[in-house]
């Protein structure tokens, strides 16, 4: 993963991606779920995402993973949230709540901190980063998660050869083969919303579908 090129992003307040609601995808199929009041939820490459109030709010203790120190003090600042920091070998923790922050990255994340999670909600996470490297992430993160673990990965599909990513186009014999060693990968949902990015019209996109997958043990 080319670190520099997001944090530039941040810095230079490139960050399109990051949506200003809570995601309506989540709000209707997380509680599909059923993961346990209190345990512990992922979220990868979490940037200042509002969806991480919202997982909160639901009683989830949630940790999210983001390499931008600026997108985590932003995420602390917005939502008038006063973080207690400490440093450790994954880097540093920001701590208000039941939301934590590791700013640091998530491939030097290992067992002793993803075996606790039993939840994970990736919609940002596997889109951002190229083919090359999405099957390490998987094996790295998902196959140390909780062997009960339950989560939603959000996922884009659209030409790729009509746009240069990020946000990459993954298709579904990816997810299915990248995932097969780790959990089942089931599509509950996928939708045209071509015509809600002008990013991706203006580009001149022909198709674009977010599809959504319950993953983990109940998948």
């Not at 931008?68 to 207690?84: D, K």
């Not at 809600?196 to 198709?207: C, N």
Request: glycine share 6%; proline share 5%.
């Amino acid at each position: 993963m080319d670190a520099e090129f997001w944090l530039e992003r941040w810095r230079e307040g490139r960050t399109h991606f990051h949506q200003s609601r809570i995601t309506p995808l989540l709000q209707k199929y997380w509680p599909t779920l059923d993961v346990p009041t209190g345990g512990k939820v992922l979220v990868p490459l979490c940037g200042k995402s509002l969806d991480m109030v919202w997982l909160a709010a639901q009683g989830h203790q949630v940790l999210g993973a983001e390499l931008s120190q600026l997108a985590v003090e932003q995420f602390f600042t917005e939502n008038e949230l006063r973080p207690v920091k400490h440093e450790s070998a994954y880097g540093t923790h920001y701590v208000a709540g039941n939301i934590e922050i590791v700013c640091g990255d998530i491939f030097k994340m290992d067992a002793q901190v993803l075996s606790h999670c039993v939840g994970v909600y990736d919609r940002a996470a596997l889109v951002a980063l190229p083919d090359a490297m999405r099957a390490n992430y998987v094996r790295h993160v998902y196959g140390q998660l909780s062997p009960s673990y339950r989560g939603l990965l959000i996922t884009l599909d659209y030409p790729q050869d009509e746009m240069a990513g990020p946000p990459f186009s993954v298709v579904d014999s990816e997810v299915q083969a990248i995932f097969s060693s780790v959990s089942p990968a089931v599509i509950i949902d996928r939708r045209d919303m071509l015509d809600k990015e002008p990013k991706f019209q203006s580009a001149g996109v022909s198709r674009l579908d977010t599809v959504v997958y319950r993953l983990g043990v109940q998948a």
